[in-house]
């Protein structure tokens, strides 16, 4: 397994020199702590835990998986004491309410900090991680007295979350859910019901796990408006607010699975167990969201944590290992043979890898901004705008990063040949990892459905436009600029394409709702392809600008446009494919029958 080194100088280019973050913070509503200098002491704390507490651990957790008895479940060999140490410092509260306890950090600055948890320790990051979306939940829609009770002990860490929404007939189509809410007569509710795959469901980290789940009162009306939403605590709290008598919801066991064996993917039974209404009666889903979309900007950077632990464990083996002579002559001549990294294959994937990490950082930290303002922009005007932005740019973020986070794991495996499927060097251990990214939180499927359905066509491409205007702007004032010429131009005409390809499946869709469907996904594809080439041409351009003021950083500086060149070169005329694909119609997918499937 690689050991884990926070991309420091990358975090920073993109928080500073990229997206302004003083500026940013300062345009917030009580961001007044986000000074530059704390923003660098939390950073540079948080890579040190990364790296000296939770990556040692990663190949731990793989190994050791977690086990189920009667009792409970107990994660890996220090997991508890990591989660310890990590409550001591402070962490869980960092972007929480400080009227309950949190430091009232921005989000963004949080988003940061899971980066760097995620790519050492993906499957320790998700207890945490899950606990963040749980918070948020009842920070938005729970009531004085439950976020008194609750969200105290989830902000110092005390206690975990959890989200419970599938069961066995459904995940992505929650309308279908079955579980029910009873009314108790002390205004509590029964929840009885089977939840799976609930992540963090049980373990011994935490002396309570607070669970948010959907569930049906009765008489509730059919499909996604009859869906409440409840708070239910493993563990009853006590009048004091401390953990009382157990609550009739257990853990009947835990899955084996693929990867992140180190979080418990749990079971679990609500048997009549005492639960609390948040937010309206039947509108669960709506309630949700907030912790959905908190959820899928937290898998998105899934992708991001794969393709940085791939490069970073592929980039040093390139280096070592020796493999047969550079085509245009020896570049080692001392030892038996040249390191792999002379080799133009091998840097195609090495290149694949940077592309996707840094550019995965850039998408994610603006994505992270636009929700920063969401919470605390000043004027509603901003948050409003943010809110679309977010809106936009969430499925491209969860569903294009998971996908191309995913290659660049198998890139990173790749570069090993057969060691890379070893278990000792942790790329196995990183594809398998990975693969559930695009899966949970909606499926690949499930976010381009959102993209184009409902971000797109149900606001007449206004979301899309709202995007395509930032990048036209860009293009224009730096219209003059030779050096940006090889990044702006194919960029200007994408983003004209863009809006093109959107208009001709808006108009087939009319005629046929399955063009949608048959679309989506190259639809998403294609989208994330064209904000990458926009990240990329901004990147390059502060890199040129920097190079032109003189730098003692040209390596650094450097290496942003080459990979900028790569990235429009080599990895953009995937768009082509995309857009082609997505014009081909419904017919060659709905016209085959059936029953011809197996045939
Ligand atoms: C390790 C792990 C951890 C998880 N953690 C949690 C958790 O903490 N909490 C929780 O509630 N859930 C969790 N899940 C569940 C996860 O979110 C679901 O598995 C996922 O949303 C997909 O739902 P499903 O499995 O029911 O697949 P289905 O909904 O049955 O989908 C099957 C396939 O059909 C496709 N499909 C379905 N409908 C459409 C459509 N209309 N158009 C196009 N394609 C469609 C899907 O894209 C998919 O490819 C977890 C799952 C795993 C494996």
């Not at 009667?70 to 310890?84: C, H, I, L, M, R």
């Not at 029910?180 to 509710?189: L, M, V």
């Not at 995965?360 to 603006?366: F, M, S, W």
Request: charged share 20%; aromatic share 8%; glycine share 12%.
């Amino acid at each position: 397994m690689p050991e884990y080194k926070a991309p420091l100088r990358d975090i920073k280019f993109v928080m500073n020199e990229l997206l302004d973050s003083e500026q940013h913070y300062a345009k917030l509503e009580g961001a007044e702590d986000a000074t530059p200098d704390m923003v660098d002491a939390i950073i540079g704390e948080g890579a040190k835990f990364c790296e000296q507490v939770l990556s040692p651990l990663n190949q731990v957790g793989d190994n050791e998986g977690c086990s189920w008895s009667e009792d409970g479940v107990k994660t890996p060999t220090g997991f508890k004491e990591a989660y310890q140490q990590y409550v001591e410092g402070g962490w869980p509260s960092m972007t929480a309410d400080p009227n309950y306890g949190g430091q009232g950090l921005p989000h963004s600055l949080g988003l940061v900090m899971s980066e760097m948890v995620g790519t050492s320790n993906w499957s320790w990051g998700m207890y945490p991680g899950l606990s963040h979306g749980a918070t948020n939940t009842i920070e938005a829609h729970g009531t004085e007295e439950q976020k008194q009770t609750y969200l105290t002990k989830l902000i110092s860490g005390e206690w975990t979350g959890t989200m419970c929404l599938t069961e066995p007939h459904c995940g992505s189509d929650l309308g279908t859910l079955r579980s029910k809410a009873e009314p108790n007569a002390d205004g509590s509710y029964a929840i009885t019901g089977t939840k799976i795959f609930i992540s963090a469901g049980e373990h011994d980290m935490a002396e309570n796990i607070v669970h948010i789940v959907l569930a049906r009162l009765p008489g509730a009306p059919e499909g996604t408006k009859g869906i409440s939403l409840f708070i239910v605590p493993k563990n009853l709290p006590n009048e004091d607010g401390s953990s009382g008598e157990r609550n009739a919801v257990s853990c009947g066991s835990i899955e084996h699975k693929m990867g992140i064996h180190g979080n418990a993917t749990c079971v679990m039974n609500f048997d009549g167990a005492k639960g609390w209404l948040i937010g309206p009666e039947n509108r669960g889903l709506n309630c949700m969201f907030t912790f959905m979309n908190t959820a899928r900007i937290g898998t998105a950077i899934q992708g991001l944590g794969a393709a940085e632990l791939g490069f970073q464990g592929s980039l040093a083996y390139a280096k070592e290992r020796l493999a047969m002579r550079s085509l245009s002559g020896p570049k080692n001549p001392e030892g038996i043979a040249d390191p792999i990294i002379v080799h133009p294959d091998v840097r195609r994937m090495l290149l694949t890898q940077k592309a996707v990490a840094e550019g995965a950082r850039a998408l994610i930290y603006l994505t992270a901004q636009q929700a920063d303002i969401v919470h605390s922009g000043k004027s509603e005007e901003d948050r409003k705008a943010a809110d679309e932005a977010l809106g936009f740019l969430t499925p491209i973020a969860k569903a294009f990063l998971t996908e191309i986070g995913y290659e660049s794991a198998n890139l990173g495996m790749q570069v090993f040949g057969g060691h890379g499927f070893i278990s000792e060097w942790g790329m196995e251990q990183n594809v398998r990892d990975a693969r559930i990214g695009m899966i949970y939180e909606g499926t690949t499927g499930i976010q381009a459905l959102d993209l184009l359905g409902r971000k797109v066509l149900m606001t007449q491409g206004e979301s899309l436009k709202g995007f395509t205007k930032q990048v036209h702007v860009f293009c224009k004032e730096n219209a003059d600029n030779e050096q940006l010429k090889e990044f702006l131009e194919p960029l200007a005409a994408l983003n004209k394409e863009w809006g093109d390809l959107t208009m001709k499946i808006g108009m087939t869709a009319m005629k046929n709702r399955e063009e949608v469907g048959a679309a989506s996904v190259d639809y998403l594809m294609y989208s994330g392809y064209a904000v990458f080439a926009y990240l990329w041409a901004r990147m390059a351009k502060v890199a040129l600008d920097k190079m032109a003021d003189g730098t003692s950083e040209e390596l650094f500086y450097n290496a942003k446009v080459q990979t900028a060149r790569f990235y429009f070169k080599r990895m953009l005329p995937r768009a082509k494919g995309h857009a082609e694909s997505m014009l081909a119609g419904a017919d060659s997918l709905m016209d085959m029958p059936e029953e011809a499937f197996a045939i």
